[in-house]
């Protein structure tokens, strides 16, 4: 999983000597949670995540940031944890241990309870008041002396904000408050005399010389100015590129004259005039001789003071908030599976399935409640269908009103954005329709037809790949000789070498029992009856470059189910060849040779029998979806639609309409004569029992003591590049942690809309679509028909 280059303890010494990433041997690598036990999220930020973690062997608490591989090149996050090792202050965050993991990089550091700085900006503004000057000194004296040592080793920070500055306890003016100065994803070496170009770090704490394209490390000492101004006055200094060249800067009234002119010092706009870090240490403000007995300044808000603070944090897009946390999830379920298989073996996997059963048997028989990491827990009861009609506003699935009107029909994916979504993330369209590949045109209707997906490999940078979904029958005879298909002869006279697993691809309405047994049936041609299927399903992936589509790799999801054929019955035997070498099966216009084959000679022609583990953590996310607010305001004047309505009379602002198009909570269309849409699509799920009872969701809990008691079926948002089905099994899995494959869905999908004008998006008609799927299982916790078997 991950390898560790650290001082993290006597193990990983032994197993790893300090030596460089590139180095450590691929079969030989340690994962995080192997040696620290995860515990709450403690921020997040552009580039990754942080959560507390304690050491297993000492005990010890610390912090982990795990950097995102798919935002960071992984060379510029191994540059940030080589330069973190290396360093050695007070006021800077120690690195006790990184790991390369699957798909993070985790950078151990000391844990600081207290919070950022900017945390600290925001509890006040709750006050309405501002912190007094001189009850900073020792915090601005701390962060002085971070960049003193930074600059001292050649190193220039480029983030300097109050989201980078880490406190051991919550109260700032607290005299023995310490502070250390974190997140070097943008630090650089910069030797004396050297320039840099390249803009980076948050533009609000810009300085001039980056505008102009060149700049040292006295980019740091500007952003400080701008963060100790917002710490007097809740506000920013500057609100654009213009205010940066031209504007004055002038604290209040409040402020001390020294204070005033240690800040004013940091924000000069002539580097050569701007103090350094070590002639801030010699400004008399920082020697605290003098101290006001207030600790607290109040804002006279009919002056017109307004505090910013919240524009000091760093929000973090949601769907990628949904994809850390999906990760880390699986790094953790990956474990746990990982150490009970080590311990226990096959025992541990029988042992699971019988879990897997019984917790749909307690589903199915108690009220129950889930939880999930962000710490929303769900109550669930089972109630009379009826119910529906008293809680929810079904009325329009339930009196077939829907069929009466035509559907609003959603247009084919907009290939302009499909092309620029994939050149965004390294893949060339450009060879899309160039000799024999497949033109982009085919694979936008690949994933309208739901044929294929495209995902995110959180493992690499910007990857994104095409995603087939594959079940193979690994079936053995009485003898142990082993299923395979051997040869297609197609009606035209083709004749094709396959030697390989049976199989199929996987519809989205299917569980892995009905394509298996469509495999037997369709595929094979062979007799149910005489077939014992296990119950485990073993998971691989399988990775390969597609001639179809140049650059856009093709990654196969396969589910490989175990079983045995037998049957004493000597027609069947011999129909099937389990006395000879197999037989023939007919599916529409192929022939397939099948063939019963030994170990030796599975070996000899060098298939590949050995599957990856069940327990394999998978990379495969959901793609980022959506229009950043830039990007949605030149859609929508492209659709001719004023801009300037958004925000005024009730409308939503352009940020805020990107921020839903960014959640999958709506999308934005246009039809063929070119008229705009907004869409909003719902996915209710009927989980449905024998005696007709719904499973309904009676209670939500979260965070900050939310409740809402609203009785309602379970449902989510249906994103635009997902099936109704997939959106089903999303919730069956995620809300109410039951294996998708124990529940078979009725491809008898209802669906429900209206279309209206609304004032929320000017300029765009609203459509809601509301689809129900109906979900059963069975009862008794067995989810796979146990045919053949006395």
């Known amino acids: 999983m991950g390898a560790c280059q650290s001082a993290c303890g006597p193990l990983c010494q032994q197993r790893f000597p300090h030596v460089p990433p590139e180095t450590v041997p691929e079969l030989d690598l340690v994962a995080l ?7 709450d999220i403690l921020g997040e930020g552009a580039f990754g995540v942080v959560s507390a973690c304690r050491n297993i062997r000492t005990g010890n608490e610390f912090a982990v940031k795990m950097v995102d591989k798919v935002e960071t090149p992984l060379k510029e996050i191994k540059d940030e944890a080589e330069l973190l090792q290396r360093l050695n202050h007070a006021n800077i965050v120690k690195c006790f241990g990184v790991f390369y993991d699957k798909c993070f990089v985790c950078i151990v550091m000391s844990k600081f309870d207290g919070g950022d700085v900017v945390g600290a900006l925001e509890e006040r503004s709750k006050l309405r008041t ?12 701390q962060m002085v002396l971070a960049l003193e040592y930074l600059h001292g080793q050649d190193v220039v920070h480029r983030d300097i904000k109050g989201d980078n500055f880490l406190m051991d306890r919550p109260a700032l003016t607290d005299p023995q408050c310490h502070i250390a100065l974190a997140d070097f994803g943008s630090a650089r070496m910069l030797h004396s005399g050297d320039r840099l170009t390249e803009p980076s770090g948050t533009r609000s704490f810009w300085s001039p010389e980056i505008h102009n394209r060149s700049y040292s490390n006295k980019v740091d000492i500007w952003a400080l100015g701008v963060l100790c101004f917002g710490l007097l006055t809740g506000k920013f200094p500057f609100k654009g590129e213009a205010d940066v060249r031209v504007k004055e800067v002038a604290l209040p009234y409040y402020v001390n004259a020294e204070c005033e002119n240690f800040v004013q010092s940091m924000l000069q706009r002539d580097e050569a005039v701007r103090f350094s870090a070590a002639q801030l240490l010699c400004h008399p403000w920082l020697d605290g001789t003098t101290k006001r007995s207030t600790t607290m300044v109040g804002l006279n808000t009919s002056e017109g003071e307004a505090l910013e603070s919240d524009a000091f944090t760093e929000r973090v ?3 990628i908030k949904r994809r850390r946390l999906s990760l880390l999830a699986r790094m953790e379920e990956e474990h746990v599976q990982k150490s009970l298989s080590r311990e226990q073996g096959q025992w541990q996997r029988f042992q699971d399935s019988k879990e897997k059963s019984q917790i ?3 589903h199915y028989n108690h009220e129950f409640a889930v939880k999930d990491r962000r710490g929303v827990r769900r109550f669930y009861k089972w109630l009379p269908r009826s119910e529906m009609r008293k809680h929810q506003s079904f009325h329009r699935l339930q009196g077939g009103t829907s069929s009466e009107k035509e559907a609003f029909q959603l247009p084919d994916l907009d290939l302009p954005l499909l ?9 060339k369209t450009a060879c899309f329709g160039v000799g024999g590949a497949k033109s982009l045109e085919a694979l936008a209707q690949e994933v309208q037809s739901d044929s294929s997906r495209l995902m995110l490999d959180a493992a690499d940078y910007k990857k994104i790949v095409r995603v087939v979904d594959v079940v193979l029958l690994k079936l053995f005879d009485d003898h142990e000789r082993l299923l395979i298909d ?29 394509t298996a047994r469509r495999i037997l049936e369709e595929t094979l041609n062979l007799d149910p009856s005489i077939v014992v299927l296990d119950d485990d399903v073993v998971l691989e992936e399988e990775e390969q470059n597609s001639p179809s589509y140049p650059g856009l790799y093709t990654v196969y999801r396969k589910e490989v189910i175990h079983g045995h054929v037998f049957s004493q019955d000597a027609e069947l035997r011999n129909r099937f060849g389990l006395d000879s070498r197999g037989w023939s099966a007919k599916e529409r216009n192929c022939t397939r040779t099948l063939r019963w084959i030994t170990e030796e000679e599975a070996e000899a022609s060098h298939m590949k029998l050995e599957v990856g583990s069940s327990s394999k953590v998978s990379s495969l996310v959901l793609a980022p979806i959506g229009l950043k607010e830039d990007e949605l305001k030149h859609y929508l004047i ?9 925000g005024q009379n009730g409308a939503k602002t352009l940020k805020e309409f990107s921020e839903e198009l960014i959640k999958g909570d709506v999308r934005i269309v246009k039809d063929k004569n070119g008229a705009g849409y907004v869409v909003s699509e719902v996915v209710n799920l009927c989980m449905q029992k024998s005696d007709g009872e719904i499973l309904f969701q009676v209670k939500q809990e979260g965070p900050g003591k939310y409740i809402n008691d609203k009785v309602l079926v379970p449902c989510a948002k249906l994103r635009p ?15 109410f942690l039951i294996d998708p494959n124990q529940v078979y869905l009725d491809t008898d999908v209802t669906l429900s809309q209206e279309e209206r004008s609304t004032t929320a998006y000017p300029g765009l008609r609203f459509v809601e679509r509301e689809h129900v799927i109906t979900a059963n299982a069975d009862e008794s916790g067995q989810f796979r028909e146990r045919q053949g078997r006395d």
Not at 131 to 141: I, P
Request: net charge neutral; aromatic share 10%.
């Open 721 to 735: 590049d997902e099936n109704t089905f997939l959106v089903a099994k999303r919730i069956i899995r995620k809300q």
């Open 419 to 427: 092309a620029k979504f994939l050149e965004e993330h390294n893949v």
């Open 638 to 646: 492209d659709l001719k639609i004023d801009v300037s309505q958004y």
């Open 360 to 362: 749909l048997r307690n």
């Open 317 to 319: 897009d949601h769907g």
């Open 130 to 141: 501002c912190f007094a000057d001189y009850d900073l000194v020792h915090v601005k004296r």
């Open 486 to 514: 051997a040869e297609e002869l197609y009606a035209d006279g083709r004749r094709r070498s396959t030697w390989r697993l049976p199989g199929s691809k996987k519809e989205t309405y299917e569980n892995v029992t009905q």
């Open 33 to 39: 949670l192997d040696h620290y036990q995860l515990g």
